[in-house]
């Protein structure tokens, strides 16, 4: 396998940029055919023992994102590529709501995750996590949404993310995409957006590039029956009944994302006693901030 076909080839790279000194741990990825005949890709870190912490991404990206956070925490676990990212199918139907991708992820969970787990969910991926901890809350230890609650309206909070996955269909090099983040305000750190970039593209016969995800080959993000001013907001009553069945909620916010001050007070008035931390960074923390983010997990 050359080099470039090396999906884990900035592992090293992400160990030392979080201060890892211990030996990189083993990593795999493994699939999972789920009931409707789609296969589910994802990361197996420390492979034969049960994952802690399950991890799972926000739209157009891919499990690869959390690569820092797990060295950097150093346990076992597991992350995945929702349907239509990373190395999982697309959907037939490009339907790419919380409801539909949480039945997936919950049959992943039944096949790679045999005891409780931290389940991790940023954006696309927390509006899941609350669905599937909510659907089988005895199989999550704690919850922990990062940078989205049910409170997002994603026209008018998530347009430019919108605009910034399908604005723009295919590019003449990695550094172009890259300036295009930048601008976007998806982050500032160069090499960890181009690392990210490469593990998030192809390159087509024409020798320009283009996202490997489905969503971005569609015309809108469709999270989100489209005409309701407040799309996301049935999905308080999961994180109710999460809180209600006793497993541990938390909120970590980005002080530039989604989740502004008004935001984060409607989670603290309708999830009382739940945890609520608030890290410098924009949307992605993952990506931007993965010390942090790892500090505030462990």
């Known amino acids: 396998m050359s080099n470039l076909d090396d999906e884990f080839r900035f592992l090293q790279g992400d160990a030392e940029r979080v201060g890892r000194s211990a030996p990189l741990p083993e990593v795999q990825r493994v699939f999972v055919d789920t009931n409707e005949g ?140 890259v300036d295009r983040a930048v601008a976007f305000g998806i982050g500032s750190n160069r090499a960890a957006l181009l690392r990210g970039v490469a593990l998030n593209t192809r390159r087509r016969p024409d020798g320009r590039w283009e996202w490997t995800h489905h969503l971005a080959h569609l015309e809108g993000l469709p999270i989100a029956k489209d005409g309701d001013p407040a799309p996301l907001a049935p999905l308080w009553g999961a994180l109710e009944s999460v809180a209600a069945a006793g497993v541990p909620l938390a909120l970590i916010a980005a002080s530039q994302g989604l989740v502004g001050e008004a935001l984060r007070e409607e989670w603290a008035d309708r999830l009382p006693g739940s945890g609520l931390v608030t890290i410098e960074g924009p949307h992605n923390l993952h990506e931007a901030a993965p010390r942090e983010l790892a500090a505030a997990l462990g």
């Open 38 to 177: 789609r296969r589910i890709a994802g990361l197996s870190w420390q492979p034969g023992t049960p994952p802690e912490y399950v991890f799972l991404h926000g739209a157009g990206l891919n499990a690869h994102g959390y690569d820092p956070v797990v060295l950097a925490l150093d346990a076992p676990a597991l992350a995945l590529d929702l349907p239509g990212h990373g190395r999982s199918d697309w959907r037939d139907d490009a339907d790419y709501r919380p409801d539909l991708l949480a039945a997936d992820v919950a049959v992943a969970l039944g096949r790679l995750a045999p005891e409780p787990v931290t389940l991790v969910g940023h954006s696309l991926g927390g509006l899941t996590a609350a669905l599937v901890a909510a659907a089988q809350p005895e199989a999550i230890r704690r919850l922990v949404i990062v940078d989205i609650t049910p409170g997002v309206v994603p026209g008018r909070d998530a347009g430019s993310i919108a605009e910034f996955i399908t604005g723009q269909r295919d590019y003449a090099t990695h550094e172009e995409i």
